[in-house]
């Protein structure tokens, strides 16, 4: 196992509500990137967090922000869901910002209904 | 065009033969490439890296041509437990690892 864990595993919401994801990542590393991985596709990247900090982001809209806390793990949060919302959400941590290799958690599958 | 194109698959394989696939990606200041090996639904996880001058790990072989931005995995004496999908991944500058659609392989007895 990668020592990444995420919370919760599975997940049910409805359209417009909001959602609050966890991730605590493997002792040591210090950034946490999230990823979005719909159905019979690979990872599309989030945005990452360095420090606190957030670090890097991909094509998704301001209603995907994210905390990193000083423990350095982190929070994925999404307002106003959407139907195609519903995916697998995966966090993966890894020591520095452009890291060899990203340790990802078992990821929240989240159903918008 | 997506940025990291790969064949979705299924390649159904024969246990113990060889199978090959592909991965184009379409940044030309890509500098990191890597296959990721994903079972169902489960985490994706490192399967290797790939280097210029190509490189080997057990029965898997990772290739990658830069003029024609390719990278190809290789494996060789398929097993059963080969059965999963692998993700292409590019990283150019920067954090952002971009993953393809990924191969899905099936490993029949």
């Known amino acids: 196992e990668t020592g990444v864990t995420q919370s919760p595993t599975h997940l049910i919401k409805t359209r417009g509500q909001q959602v609050t994801l966890r991730c605590s990542s493997q002792s040591g590393h210090n950034t946490v990137s999230w990823y979005q991985q719909a159905l019979g596709q690979g990872p599309q990247f989030i945005f990452q967090?360095?420090?606190?900090?957030?670090?890097g982001r991909g094509n998704f809209p301001p209603r995907f922000s994210g905390l990193q806390f000083p423990n350095y793990s982190s929070e994925l949060n999404v307002n106003a869901l959407e139907l195609d919302d519903s995916a697998l959400y995966l966090c993966?941590?890894?020591?520095?910002?452009?890291?060899?290799?990203?340790?990802f958690g078992p990821g929240t599958r989240l159903t918008v209904t | 065009r997506k940025e990291v194109e790969q064949d979705p698959g299924p390649f159904n394989v024969p246990e113990g033969a060889t199978v090959a696939f592909n991965c184009t990606y379409s940044?030309?200041?890509?500098?990191?490439f890597f296959w990721y090996r994903q079972d169902c639904r489960k985490e994706p996880k490192l399967l290797m890296s790939?280097?210029?001058s190509g490189n080997e790990d057990g029965r898997f072989t990772a290739q990658l041509n830069r003029a024609s931005q390719y990278i190809s995995l290789l494996i060789r004496d398929s097993k059963l437990s080969d059965s999963a999908t692998y993700l292409c991944v590019v990283k150019a500058a920067g954090n952002k690892l971009t993953f393809g659609g990924g191969t899905r392989v099936l490993v029949k007895p």
């Open positions: 993966a941590s890894s020591l520095g910002t452009s890291p060899h290799e990203q340790y």
């Open positions: 967090y360095y420090r606190e900090e957030e670090n």
């Open positions: 940044n030309s200041a890509s500098q990191s």
């Open positions: 790939v280097y210029s």
